[in-house]
């Protein structure tokens, strides 16, 4: 199912359900999504989808860092775990380090972590992990140093 299509869906049960805080979240990222597809002029891909998502999720998240009323904070962290459940749960530091076994020792041998970063990156771009840069740039951290 799509992105568009999941969010419709959700957005219908929320409305049923009478959870007008999901609801009015994720009609605000359908908006977004819409207005990013009539701009491009087609269809969005799963990675533009996601993308969109994540920029909204950075602005939630900075605005939840210098909102100082806690029930504010409270919604706003609400409103972000609603729109993090729209995205592919991104692997662990564990299954990050499993994927990376296979070029641990070019990650070694690299000359600094920036470099080491690029040789993890490229092979996991291979793979069909979603990961997060900070756990990566761990797990290329704890590596090196081993």
């Given at each position: 199912m799509s992105m568009l299509a999941e969010i419709k869906?959700?957005?219908?049960a929320a409305m049923k359900s009478g959870n007008t805080l999901e609801r009015g979240?994720?009609?605000?990222?359908l908006g977004d999504l819409q207005s990013n597809e009539t701009?491009?002029?087609?269809?969005?891909?799963v990675e533009e989808c996601e993308l969109t998502v994540r920029?909204?999720?950075?602005g939630?998240?900075?605005?939840?860092?210098?909102t100082a009323d806690p029930a504010a904070k409270a919604t706003l962290e609400a409103e972000k775990a609603i729109m993090e459940?729209?995205?592919?749960?991104?692997?662990?530091?564990?299954?990050?380090?499993?994927?990376?076994a296979p070029v641990a020792d070019a990650?070694?041998?690299a000359g600094n972590?920036?470099?080491a970063t690029g040789v993890a990156m490229k092979h996991l771009k291979t793979t069909t992990l979603v990961v997060a840069g900070p756990v990566v740039s761990e797990v290329v951290k704890s590596l090196r140093l081993k």
């Open positions: 869906t959700r957005i219908t979240i994720l009609k605000v990222v701009r491009k002029g087609a269809a969005l891909t920029k909204i999720i950075k939630v998240s900075e605005t939840i860092a210098v459940s729209l995205l592919p749960k991104a692997a662990s530091a564990d299954e990050v380090r499993a994927a990376l990650i070694r041998a972590d920036g470099q």
